[in-house]
């Protein structure tokens, strides 16, 4: 809460849904960590971030790419297909709750689709774990009676790193 007064905390917040289409997903994504790189240019003091929901990529895709590594290599990805495109952003995210086996499972396709990722002003205190894969097996495709979203949700802890680290 401190930190967040320090901050001058805005209750400023960009509510999107990404499509899984490969070159939008990529624009999009790209758009939204621009826009937050250059809060500090804007608001004129360091803001917080965290990313959070269904984004649509796996963690071998390019979006996945784009948000964690900072850019996108266009030489060997398939998302990308703009030519002369270039995507890269200042953020060092992470993905907070890591990798998991899926968060959508719909018979033939489990993958994972939703992600936490968090700046370097913030820490993972702990993470839920994961449904047991028996569990979700028993009432598949998800939504159904059990599981009544159709992507389990990734829930983590989170704090603000100390103002002095």
């Not at 998991?100 to 033939?108: D, F, R």
Request: aromatic letters at 12%; glycine letters at 4%.
């Amino acid at each position: 809460m401190l930190k967040s007064m320090l901050n001058r905390l805005t209750d400023s917040h960009l509510n999107t849904h990404y499509w899984k289409d490969g070159d939008l997903n990529l624009s999009k994504q790209h758009i939204m960590a621009w826009v937050n790189s250059n809060m500090y240019e804007i608001f004129g003091y360091k803001v917080s971030s965290i990313f959070c929901g269904d984004f649509n990529c796996s963690p071998k895709g390019g979006a996945y790419e784009l948000i964690t590594k900072k850019h996108l290599r266009p030489d060997n990805n398939p998302d990308f297909t703009l030519e002369g495109a270039s995507f890269s952003h200042e953020l060092d995210l992470k993905n907070s709750c890591g990798i998991v086996e899926y968060t959508n499972y719909a018979g033939n396709f489990h993958e994972q689709l939703d992600y936490i990722f968090i700046d370097s002003t913030m820490d993972m205190i702990c993470v839920i774990p994961m449904p047991e894969h028996s569990e979700v097996e028993q009432h598949i495709p998800l939504p159904n009676v059990v599981f009544p979203s159709d992507h389990l949700a990734q829930i983590c802890d989170l704090k603000w790193k100390s103002l002095y680290e």
